[in-house]
């Protein structure tokens, strides 16, 4: 699909947006090790010090051949966000194929049991500390601890335009459902599944509304071969009138899945933003529900297949944004996030998933195609394929 040699990116370059980062590197095993102490640090609220880890990481994660001990001292130390401590790390790593740090972190209890507290949907670093902090250790302890209670869809979806629920409700509701539901949500999505999901889901809405289109975004277009969402972006093919019936469609829609017991559940929908525990830097004005949906029973009915839960997030794009947004779901969060620094710094420009503005003028920009999105801000072309940073 794309030949590396032929794109002008450097695998030394300060922003990740600037650089081929392949799903998998060559340097997968010393990734994983440093990705243990980057969750730890994360996972304490060290967000500085997790993001120097993260930053670390993704320059590994593109450079293009192993890290041996000839190259070590070397082209490696020349890398950006190697410090002194990293490249430390490193060597240890090259001489012992482990670094102590992370097996620390590991074997630690607190670790293990804050790691799996934020397995669960809707629990962040910041409530995992306060459980642990409250005497919990276990799954089972946040089971008796939010009870099994009953858990219906989203309010919103039932109570009409009444107000909206407070960030901690839903949050506590996103958490109750997500741990009833965690066997099914621990299953990843293998790539099949993912696209039958999308074509279920926009023959659903053709029958709402025509001329509707989508992309299927997230790790899925990154080259995933297993996800553990379905991300979804949508809008209409009329480029004139596509914004009007764009509008107030998501929860309409999501309204007619939920009756058609297509989504069982409605974590969040939003106008505005999704609460800082479920999305973090995804501070965008699209509409978007955040769901649990379940595939239709097979047509033929012949092989029963088990239906599992999964989280399908819907986000809906008017026709002049759909590329902002398919760029800003694609991902990957490291790639997100320094695209968004590199429009600022070096381009004066804002880049959000609802649109391009630039700073100084506010004038807003509509690129009209994914490659557009790239050259307004100054980027040579990545290819999802290449933007896991
Ligand atoms: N995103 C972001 N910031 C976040 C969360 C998401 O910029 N805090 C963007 C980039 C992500 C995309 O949205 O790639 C989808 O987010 P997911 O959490 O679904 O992550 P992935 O799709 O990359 O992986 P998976 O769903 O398999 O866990
Ligand atoms: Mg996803």
Redesign the pocket.
């Known amino acids: 699909e794309y030949d590396v040699s032929k794109l002008s990116l450097s695998h030394t370059a300060r922003y990740s947006c600037c650089r081929a980062s392949p799903l998998i590197c060559p340097n997968q095993g010393l990734v994983a090790e440093l990705d243990v102490i980057r969750r730890s640090r994360s996972l304490e609220g060290e967000e500085r010090s997790a993001l120097s880890y993260q930053r670390a990481i993704a320059v590994i994660k593109a450079f293009p051949k192993p890290i041996t001990a000839k190259n070590l001292h070397g082209e490696v130390s020349k890398l950006p966000y190697l410090g002194q401590k990293l490249m430390s790390m490193i060597e240890e790593y090259v001489e012992d194929g482990q670094i102590t740090e992370s097996a620390k972190n590991r074997d630690s209890p607190r670790f293990q049991a804050l790691s799996a507290f934020t397995t669960i949907y809707g629990i962040g670093p910041h409530t995992a500390r306060k459980l642990h902090a409250e005497g919990m250790r276990t799954i089972h302890d946040l089971e008796y601890h939010f009870g099994e209670k009953e858990t219906s869809a989203g309010s919103e979806l039932s109570s009409g335009d009444g107000h909206a629920e407070d960030e901690e409700k839903i949050l506590e509701r996103s958490i109750q459902v997500s741990l009833t539901l965690r066997d099914d949500f621990k299953e990843k999505i293998l790539r099949d599944e993912v696209e039958e999901m999308n074509s279920v889901v926009m023959r659903e809405l053709d029958a709402l509304l025509t001329g509707c289109t989508s992309t299927i ?4 277009r ?1 080259g ?1 071969p297993q ?3 379905v ?1 979804i972006v949508i809008t209409h093919t009329d480029a004139k009138g596509g914004a009007a019936k764009i509008k107030g469609l998501c929860k309409k829609f999501v309204r007619r899945l939920y009756e058609r017991g297509l989504v069982t559940h409605v974590m969040h929908l939003s106008s505005f933003r999704a609460p800082n525990a479920l ?4 501070w965008d004005s699209l509409e978007k529900a955040l769901t649990v949906f379940i595939l239709p029973p097979s047509p033929d009915g012949c092989q029963p297949r088990r239906r599992i839960h999964r989280r399908l ?1 819907l986000i809906f794009a008017a026709p002049e944004v759909y590329w902002t947004a398919i760029v ?6 490291m790639f ?1 996030r320094d695209l968004r620094l590199w429009a600022k710094e070096r381009r004066g420009l804002k880049f959000d998933s609802a649109g391009i503005t630039r700073r100084h003028d506010s004038k807003a920009f509509f690129p009209k195609n994914e490659r557009e999105v790239f050259k307004l801000l100054g980027l040579d072309w990545v290819p999802p394929l290449l933007r896991n940073a």
């Not at 800003?328 to 969060?333: A, I, K, L």
């Open positions: 975004v997230g790790g899925y990154r995933k996800s553990n969402d991300d999305r973090t830097t995804q997030d800003g779901w694609t991902g990957s969060t997100e």
